[in-house]
């Protein structure tokens, strides 16, 4: 798993791991189902429609297929493209750090991480209503130091809840040392 590729410092516990919420990826495959099956129906219905054409529009039904398929073959590359950005971009609490790995390409990745000690404040933004009924937002994690170590990731489940465990798991931490 990926969570296993992290390096843990000695006495590390990951406390939680948490990716886009399951809403979004399911809406985007469904959208992209839908982008799959409109050329056949968009086919059935010019069929249908007993309209003269200029040409025989049987005449041309092999190369329909064959941009069909290559239709479906630029669908299955977004699919991939989109399951390989959910899968790869994840959040990961542990006792001592906030590590955030974010995929922007399939050759590019940016993995952010700072020390809880270091954890200046955390926010969160729910915006809208699906957002609030399925309970997702935006995790905002600042450091005191540099703005360019901070952690900022979208459409993350139960917001709330991960605010209260980094600042309790930074809590801890600081009254360790």
Not at 58 to 76: R, S, T
Request: aromatic share 12%.
């Amino acid at each position: 798993m990926l969570v296993d590729k992290i390096n843990l410092e000695s006495g590390e516990e990951v406390l939680a791991m948490s990716r886009r919420h399951k809403f979004l990826i399911l809406l985007e495959c469904f959208s992209l189902l839908l982008v799959a099956v409109l050329p056949p129906i968009l086919y059935i219905f010019v069929v249908r429609s007993n309209e003269v054409f200029l040409f025989d529009i049987n005449v041309y039904f092999p190369l329909m297929v064959y941009l069909y398929c290559v239709w479906l073959l630029g669908i299955w590359i977004a699919l991939f493209v989109a399951w390989t950005d959910y899968y790869l971009d994840i959040l990961v609490i542990t006792n001592h750090r906030l590590i955030m790995t974010n995929q922007t390409g399939f050759w590019r990745r940016s993995i952010s991480s700072f020390r809880l000690e270091r954890l200046q404040e955390v926010n969160i933004e729910i915006d809208g209503l699906l957002s609030t009924l399925l309970d997702f937002g935006t995790l905002r994690a600042e450091t005191a130091g540099h703005g360019d170590e901070d952690i900022h990731m979208n459409n993350l489940p139960d917001p709330k809840g991960l605010k209260a465990l980094i600042m309790d798991a930074a809590e801890a931490r600081t009254q360790k040392d």
